[in-house]
Structures are given as C-alpha cells and as structure tokens.
C-alpha cells in the first residue's frame, strides 16, 4: 500500500494548493506560469499512475469492516449523481451556479458513497484520502469564492445530467474490467 500512499500524498498534496492562494501565487510566480502549470501536470499525472498502480498492487487487502448491503445500493445510486455534479462543473447551469464547486461535490459524493461500501483497507484509504480532500477544499473554496452566474435556459444542466448518467452507467457496466469488482 506504499505505492498507493505516495501517489496520492504526490496528487491530493498538489491539489490542496489551491487552499492556499498566497502559495500557489508564489509557486507560479517563481517558476513562471508555464512551467508551474508543467510541474503541476506532472506531478499529478505521476500521483495518479502511482495510485492505479498501487490500489492494483494492493488489492485485496485486509478488510476493516464489513459494509451493510444497503451500502452498495447506496453506491449505485450516488454515482450517477456524482458524475453529473462533475460533469455539470465543465458545463454553465442552475446546478453549477447553486452547488457552487460540483466537482469537489461530485467527488465527495463518489468518495463517501465507496467509502461506505468497500472496507477493504487499501479503498479505506483511497477513499478516505479524497473524501477528506474534497471536503476541506469544498469548505474553502465556498468561503472565499463567489458562486457562478446564473444562466438562462437549461442546456449546460441537461447536457451534465446526460453526459453524467452515461459516464456513470460506462463505469458501472466496465467496473469489473477496469476495478476488478463487479457491482452489477
């Protein structure tokens, strides 16, 4: 679980830049923009890679409870609700105007929701790992940001609650060939 542990202290320890302004300011203003967002990019794209890599390596693990049969359902219900909240952050509507951050929602949704299902130590982690993220920096984030504008019409909130249930349904048809779990 090592390598799980590094890749996601190398990519939730570069995201959590943006709750710091006063350093992230910093960082781009003695790198250059550019290269801030290359060293950025790398590091993130190498986090992840350690943390597919390592949740592969380290599944299965030793379980830290047995989670209730309700919260698998709860799961196959959150996800599409998750994956349209983040999808919906890409997308200028009435949901990314009142939830603020959809996609910090989305993945707490998506974290909490695996987190209440999978007991295995290494998805503890893993999930437990991003739900604290998301939720410090929903927090954040919510204080000192204004909300997006409002928009007319409703097209970017259909277009999110589409893309977002086809991506959910991908993910939940695929999971047993990508994550190694069948859930359906």
Known sequence: MLILAIGLTLFLGVHFLGIVPQMQAGLKARFGPSPYKLIYTAISLLGFGLIIWGKMLAHPTTSLYAPEEWARMIALFAVPIAMILIVSSFA?????HHVG????AGVMVWSASHLLANGESSAVLLFGSFLIWS???FVTHSLRDTPPPVVKGWGGDLTAIIIGFLIAMILMRFHMN???IAIL
Not at 101 to 104: D, V
């Open 101 to 104: 951050h959809p996609m910090l």
């Open 135 to 137: 939720s410090i920096t």
């Open 92 to 96: 200028p509507g009435h949901i990314r």
């Open 178 to 180: 990508l994550f190694g």
